[in-house]
């Protein structure tokens, strides 16, 4: 289904392209290909990087003549993105970068390896949506969330909002599929002409006290969201998620999915509202949900000797919002991960803006280079915790533990780089 990973593989796409295009596409494989013989990952960025050079225009060369939908978010792109992408390739093939990178390198590299005329599933970074969607003319754009995250890294969310608006103004996609209960990705939507409202039901709205629009307070409701001072306010939604049931073009979905908890159910509403925007049938897509067990590595239950361990990916305080759902109703112990690399942000303050006492009496070991950090902060919250070395003394501290059950995978929650070496370390390939 993905292109991805197989970067060598389908060489249709090159016989429609200017010769330009060609050479910059056949010198991005050997370049990718070279990269793969030395070990020095993938190869897909570089190889995409050096197509550019030779080609700037290279990604609109290559949506010339395909759909393409793109996805973007703070928390949640890359799982929708996989969930679109199954539930499109029940009707029709596809391409998506969901195991790649999400930026126009990596996007180009995944494109240049498909057929030509491939419906494009693109996951894009939050600060790519103005120039992927330039290049590409998408026909249809989901926006998830806007958050914080790495702190230290990327610009003010309100900005990202400001940088989406005048995108969606300049290059209006023919759909806009997009959350009504996040009040940034609402005012940022609202200048396409065609927008399906997604009521999601978000309960993270820290990141969104203020109005985007005249900086008044946003006042948040159980009915919804409005502006003190202007009139700014949730819009009357298309798609609704009420206690698990998502309600679309008048039916009702009540089918369970193979990926737990209330984000994911919310993924799988904006998967299947972009694939009804693209004249997919909803039962079949819905049908193409269920292929999705995991997603990159997350929610995968690996064996790391003669223990199950579950792993579990939380980067932000609106991610670790949702991610304690999972966390908060077992009793058996856990392991908690917190790097600071320069993917996590070096600045691990926002631990102080996540509810950890949620976890209530569960028994927490904590891991990661910021584990006393963390420690730290579960001492504040009362939380029973201990601190190891690393996964394997930690999940010997959990074996031990009275309230351990060997029926269970033990949950490993980590956030991006701790995510990273985990699944490295049971083998997992990216
Ligand atoms: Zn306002």
């Known amino acids: 289904m993905t292109a991805a990973t197989t970067p060598a593989s389908k060489p249709g796409q090159t016989t429609t392209l200017r010769p330009r295009a060609r050479l910059a596409v056949a010198a991005g494989r050997l370049v990718a290909w070279g990269s793969r013989v030395v070990r020095f990952g993938t190869g897909s960025v570089i190889g995409g990087r050096v197509s550019l050079l030779i080609d700037k225009n290279l990604l609109s060369e290559l949506t010339a003549s395909r759909n393409v939908v793109i996805v973007s978010a703070t928390n949640g792109k890359t799982t929708t993105t996989k969930l679109l992408s199954s539930a499109l390739a029940t009707s029709r093939p596809i391409v998506s970068n969901w195991l790649g990178a999400n930026m126009t390198p990596g996007i180009v590299a995944a494109l240049a390896a498909a057929n030509a005329t491939d419906t494009a599933v693109l996951e894009v970074d939050e600060r790519w949506v103005d120039s992927v969607l330039r290049a590409t003319q998408a026909n249809t754009v989901v926006l998830l969330n806007l958050s914080r995250d790495q702190l230290d890294r990327t610009q003010e969310v309100r900005k990202l909002a400001e940088q989406w608006r005048v995108a969606l103004a300049t290059t209006p996609p023919r759909t806009l599929v997009a959350n009504a209960d996040d009040p940034l990705v609402a005012w940022a939507a609202l200048v396409a002409p065609n927008i399906v409202w997604v009521g999601t039901g978000q309960e993270w709205t820290a990141d969104a006290a ?214 490295e370390h049971v083998g997992g390939v990216l």
């Open 210 to 423: 203020g109005c985007p629009a005249c900086s008044g307070r946003i006042d948040f409701t159980d009915a919804g969201w409005a502006c003190s001072r202007c009139d700014l306010q949730r819009p009357l939604v298309d798609v609704a998620i009420t206690d698990g049931v998502i309600a679309i073009d008048g039916k009702t979905i009540t089918g369970e999915l193979a990926l737990p908890g209330r984000v994911n159910r919310v993924n799988a509403a904006f998967a299947l509202a972009a694939a009804s925007a693209m004249g997919a049938d909803l039962d079949q897509a819905f049908d193409g949900l269920d292929d999705v067990r995991e997603v990159a590595g997350r929610y995968r239950v690996a064996q790391l000797g003669n223990t199950r361990i579950r792993l579990l990916l939380a980067k932000n305080p609106a991610g670790w919002h949702e991610a304690l759902e999972l966390l908060e109703g077992p009793s058996t112990p856990l392991v908690i991960a917190i790097n600071a690399r320069i993917a996590d942000g070096h600045d691990p303050s926002w631990l102080w803006d996540v509810a950890y006492e949620r976890i209530g009496q569960r028994f927490v070991v904590a891991i990661g280079e910021r584990r006393h950090d963390l420690a730290v902060r579960f001492r504040y919250g009362n939380i029973n915790h201990i601190v190891a070395d690393d996964l394997e003394s930690a999940i010997e501290l959990v074996r031990q533990s009275p309230s351990y059950d060997p029926t269970m995978p033990i949950d490993v929650a980590s956030n991006y780089t701790a995510f990273q070496d985990h699944l």
